[in-house]
T-cell receptor, first 117, second 114 residues
Framework: EAGVAQSPRYKIIEKRQSVAFWCNPI?????LYWYQQILGQGPKLLIQ????????DSQLPKDRFSAERLKGVDSTLKIQPAKLEDSAVYLC???????????????FGPGTRLTVT | AQSVTQLGSHVSVSEGALVLLRCNYS??????LFWYVQYPNQGLQLLLK??????LVKGINGFEAEFKKSETSFHLTKPSAHMSDAAEYFC????????????FGTGTSLTVIP
């Protein structure tokens, strides 16, 4: 079974530029998560999708961050414009649903390390 | 509101010694609790989970954790450390079976000394 795929693995941009990250979850996983992991901290949920709908985006800085999962499969997270404090690893995870509830097992991708200079 | 506290951001043990990584949580409802491991430049991998069944949970790679409701703790242990255990470990909590969001601790970096 293929795991969660993310690209690119590394990205360096200057502040005020824009950047996009891509995630392809495990086949059949209805739930997709984007996390931000700042160095020395645990992952923080940015947004959660159920198929192509947003379940929770309460911690997404919507003035600069956006995410979509148009066909309920792969997803894109965008930052525009980037700030220095956005330097972090962006992790994508997916999980399946049982009886209408997301499984408590999340499968993580390798992450995208973003450096904003 | 949920929160997770991991005591000790860095832990060093000798190879073959006991590993003990501490995790305390706060939750207003019975929680689901997890330990994840993260190797350098990789995503998180689930080690074990507590979902209201047995309080002593066994996971992969010889790790286990015990849920203690009275202490609101879910400490991770391994009887004998191996060099390959060196990694970052994260404790996480989810609000029972209906909560959507996972809350992660700040992580504990484990170093194994040969």
């Amino acid at each position: 079974e293929a795991g969660v795929a993310q690209s690119p693995r590394y990205k360096i941009i200057e502040k005020r530029q824009s950047v996009a990250f891509w995630c392809n979850p495990i086949s059949g996983h209805a739930t997709l998560y984007w996390y931000q992991q700042i160095l020395g901290q645990g992952p923080k949920l940015l947004i959660q999708f159920q198929n192509n709908g947003v379940v929770d985006d309460s911690q997404l800085p919507k003035d600069r961050f956006s995410a979509e999962r148009l066909k309920g499969v792969d997803s894109t997270l965008k930052i525009q414009p980037a700030k220095l404090e956005d330097s972090a690893v962006y992790l994508c995870a997916s999980s399946y649903r049982i009886a209408g509830v997301s499984s408590y097992e999340q499968y993580f991708g390798p992450g995208t390390r973003l450096t904003v200079t | 509101a949920q929160s997770v506290t991991q005591l000790g951001s860095h832990v060093s043990v000798s190879e073959g010694a006991l590993v003990l990584l501490r995790c305390n949580y706060s939750s207003s409802v019975p929680p689901y609790l997890f330990w994840y491991v993260q190797y350098p430049n990789q995503g998180l991998q689930l080690l074990l989970k507590y979902t209201s069944a047995a309080t002593l949970v066994k996971g992969i790679n010889g790790f286990e954790a015990e849920f203690k409701k009275s202490e609101t703790s879910f400490h991770l242990t391994k009887p004998s450390a191996h060099m390959s255990d060196a990694a970052e470990y994260f404790c996480a909590v989810r609000e029972g079976n209906t909560g959507n969001q996972f809350y992660f601790g700040t992580g504990t970096s484990l170093t194994v000394i040969p």
